[in-house]
């Protein structure tokens, strides 16, 4: 499985951005899609997550209600739109992948990773 994360940029505090996550490659209809951040010398850090099967997506404290988390299954494509953003959201963002349906939240379960987009945002 591969992915391919597009979209970061720099943004203004209180602005907007969508992030992309295209998958290429075998997703069976069970795996979870997940968006990680992190910060230079900080662990990599859950964002949210949501089961390709359906159900209800997961959110980090520190962004629910700011961010959403969607599919479209038949582009293969996991995104994460972002709004009302602070300066404390910049952070390289990474799209994952895993086939484990428990601890969507931990990092450690996952198998597949994009490149990382960068976000900043400017106060």
């Known amino acids: 499985v591969q992915l391919q994360a597009s979209g970061g940029g720099l943004v203004q505090a209180g602005g907007s951005l969508g992030l992309s996550c295209a998958a290429s490659g075998r997703t069976h209809s069970s795996y979870v899609m997940g968006w990680f951040r992190q910060v230079p010398g900080k662990e990599r850090e859950f964002v949210a997550a949501v089961r390709r099967s359906g159900g209800s997506p997961y959110y980090a404290d520190s962004v629910k209600g700011r961010f959403t988390i969607s599919l479209d299954n038949a582009k293969n494509t996991v995104y994460l739109q972002m709004n009302s953003l602070k300066p404390e959201d910049t952070a390289v963002y990474y799209c994952?992948?895993?086939?484990?349906?428990?601890?969507?939240?931990?990092?450690?379960?996952?198998?597949?990773w994009g490149q990382g987009t960068l976000v900043t945002v400017s106060s």
């Open positions: 994952a992948a895993t086939p484990q349906v428990l601890q969507v939240t931990n990092s450690r379960v996952y198998h597949y």
